[in-house]
């Protein structure tokens, strides 16, 4: 299957700075990317859908200005949590598609505010 | 989104049939069901889908009632390494539609 990459695998960093989440497509090009957002032992969240060459459409909830995502080529978008607190301390995924049917996710990046 | 309902967990021995059963009542006719498995600690991964009929891959059987408001995830030999939590999604055409992902049932998987 296709691959998706994150990183960095798991940050920490102190509250009040921000962080910068990277996700790939290897081997495939997606105009179309998630976000998502997992507390322990629950579900996954959606934030946000991420479009290759213009703004990101977040879910009802999620702060867009604290939550900034950046799709800006085919295989890449970011997400930069800004001025993080300890409450932003989750499990981070996001996802594309290279089929309508099957969306591949990444390994996740754990971030933990201090 | 159309929502889905699934046991909150399931246990089966290893090297038995599991059958996950999902309920999707408000179903639309463009939907398509989903299910994804996610193992402890990493992104979630896909395992099959169906709009109308049965499906069979290499990972699992997708069994979906006539009437589509039902369907069953079956596992034909369960192995230690299926214990997971099984998201039954039901999902428009396209890549830009989203996933929303339910509570899922956790699989626990015994010798």
């Known amino acids: 299957g296709a691959v998706v990459s994150q990183h960095p695998s798991w940050v920490i960093c102190k509250s009040g700075t921000s962080v910068k989440i990277e996700c790939r497509s290897l081997?495939?090009?997606?105009?179309?990317m998630f976000w998502y957002r997992q507390f322990p032992k629950q579900s996954l969240m959606l934030m946000a859908t991420?479009?290759?060459?213009?703004?990101?459409?977040?879910e009802q909830g999620v702060e867009k200005d604290k939550f900034l995502i950046n799709h800006a080529s085919l295989t890449l978008s970011t997400l930069t949590v800004t001025s993080a607190h300890p409450e932003d301390s989750s499990f981070y995924i996001c996802?594309?598609?290279?089929?309508?049917?099957?969306?591949?996710f990444g390994p996740g990046t754990r971030l933990t505010v201090t | 989104d159309a929502k889905t309902t699934q046991p909150n967990s399931m246990e089966s021995n290893e090297e038995e049939p599991v059958h996950l059963p999902c309920n999707h009542s408000?179903?639309?006719?463009?939907?398509?069901i989903h299910w994804y498995r996610q193992l402890p600690s990493q992104g979630p991964e896909y395992v099959i889908h169906?709009?109308?009929s049965n499906v069979n891959n290499r990972m699992a059987s997708l069994a979906i009632a006539e009437d589509r408001k039902s369907s069953t995830l079956i596992l034909h030999r369960a192995t230690l390494r299926d214990a997971a939590v099984y998201y039954c999604?039901?999902?428009?055409?396209?890549?830009?539609?989203?996933?929303?992902f339910g509570t899922g049932t956790r699989l626990q998987v015994t010798l």
């Open positions: 996802s594309g598609g290279r089929e309508f049917y099957e969306q591949y």
């Open positions: 081997d495939f090009q997606a105009t179309t």
């Open positions: 991420s479009n290759e060459g213009s703004k990101a459409t977040y």
């Open positions: 408000t179903i639309s006719g463009t939907d398509y």
């Open positions: 169906g709009l109308t």
């Open positions: 999604i039901l999902r428009g055409a396209g890549t830009a539609s989203k996933l929303t």
